[in-house]
């Protein structure tokens, strides 16, 4: 086996290495079933035009083992019926007040939120999420025990052809950071915190102003010398990101890669950018081979395939818990050109300093 066999081959283990550990929320082991009853709990949910993902939340919550005091939408000055569908469904609608400046549409909706809320615990939202029925009892039981921020990145789930191109991005995303228990890494669909807690680390107007927030929640909450705790959501809440068509995803994935890029730990971005620059590499070398395109080391049909079906299985094996990816790994060059578009994309909003999210123009700086 000659010197690059050998590299590919580290670079392929490295994904292995990098998914051994992805725990969903604790069951049993010391946590218990159910949080405590005495804590009342809020569920806050920032909403803007999420006519199409909120009645199915709304739903969800409605089905929980453990009942929150109240749920609270923050309708963020929407042009659909977000607002209607939040009152016909029984939940609290609190109409945002004009976005000040300095703040993002989120931070400043889920800001309005906890003070208008009564919950001793505060459990924030996305709306395209979808909770199973024992969720908020889990994540809520994992706060009490752990304590600090808690947080779900949700299973995605994708039912259109052009969502399948996002596979890279939720496998790198949680390849990138350290999940489990007192990690210091937050996702911000799926978050639960102490009021008392929150209010220590300053809130929302700690973080005003940063797009991909749960980032920088995190580093407040360890700041203070709170723990920060994160997990996957497999079989516990899952989404569907970004349903309104390619435009809506690539803008969605290029506004967390410029605001978010420069917070993942050197460590583990070096090990992300060798395993990738491994499938990268399998995605050239196949159609080259075939194609008689230009490349460097064995030019054989026979070795490119097998490289080729090594990355493609081990993308299958991979991403079964990260969401309902399929197809598109047995043609993952689809989806890595896609990726390398995004992250070009994504250099050149970083040097304009702005991006356009939700029509509204946002700061990558």
Known sequence: MDLLAISLLVRWLLGWFLCLRLPQLPQGAGL???????????????????????????????????QPLEV???????????????????????????LPAGWTG????????????????????????????????RICAAQQQLGGLVSVQPFH?????YEQLS???????????????????????????????????GGHAAVADRVVEDWFLAHAYERSGLPVSAFI????????????????????????????????RWPWMLAVLLWLSGLFWAAWCLPASLLHWPMVGDRSLLA????????????????????????????????????LGVFVLAIFNLERGTIEWKDRRIPTR
């Open 304 to 339: 490119n395939l097998v490289l080729y079906l090594g990355y493609s299985l081990q993308l299958v094996l991979l991403t079964r818990r990260v969401g309902s990816f399929g197809w598109i790994n047995l043609v993952f060059p689809i989806p890595v050109v896609f990726f």
């Open 233 to 264: 959501g497999d079989g516990d809440i899952e989404y569907r990101m970004y349903p309104g068509g390619l435009r809506e995803l690539v803008l969605g994935f290029d506004k967390n890669f410029a605001t978010a890029a420069g917070e993942v």
């Open 157 to 161: 789930r994708t039912e259109r052809p």
């Open 167 to 201: 596979v890279l991005f939720n496998l790198v995303g949680l390849m990138a950071v350290p999940l489990g228990a007192r990690v210091g890494v937050a996702f911000g669909p799926a978050m639960v915190t102490s009021r008392a807690d929150y209010q220590r680390i």
């Open 106 to 137: 989120k931070n400043w909706a889920l800001h309005q939120a906890t003070q208008a809320s009564v919950g001793e615990l505060l459990v924030f939202l996305d709306a395209d999420t979808q909770p199973g029925p024992h969720f908020l009892a």
């Open 72 to 98: 609270l939408v923050v309708d963020d000055h929407s042009s659909d019926d977000t607002a209607a569908i939040a009152r016909a469904a029984g939940a609290r609608l609190l109409d945002s007040a004009p």
């Open 32 to 66: 218990g079933a159910e949080p405590t009853s005495e804590l009342g709990l809020s569920v806050l949910i920032p909403a803007r035009n999420e006519a199409s993902t909120l009645p199915l939340l709304l739903a969800a919550l409605k089905r929980q083992s453990f």
